[in-house]
């Protein structure tokens, strides 16, 4: 993986959190307009986040997938990454 893929990766599993994290207290609070508005902000960017990686180093899940071989198989999965080496900053 280069630094690019590992960065933007990184930001999918950040924003992903953010986004579940929401879904759960909205779970409990869902008159919060603000807590609203922060999980769309977060589902927003986490689908551009994703269609950018999807479209530049394939997909990250299986659904959706119509081509063989499937494309998931060639490289790392997430948790084969090795982070310790992935660190540029």
Not at 26 to 33: F, I, K, R, S
Not at 37 to 64: A, E, I, Q, V
Request: proline fraction near 6%; aromatic fraction near 16%; glycine fraction near 4%.
């Amino acid at each position: 993986m280069d630094y690019n893929q590992v960065k933007l990766l990184q930001e999918i599993m950040e924003v992903g959190f953010a986004l579940i994290e929401t879904n759960l207290y909205l779970d409990t609070h869902p008159t919060d307009e603000r807590a609203l508005m922060l999980h769309n902000t977060h589902s927003r960017k986490y689908n551009d986040l994703y269609n950018r990686y999807s479209s530049k180093y394939g997909p990250l899940t299986y659904t959706g997938m119509s081509r063989c071989p499937w494309e998931y198989i060639q490289g790392p999965w997430p948790w084969e990454i090795e982070y310790e080496k992935c660190h540029w900053d």
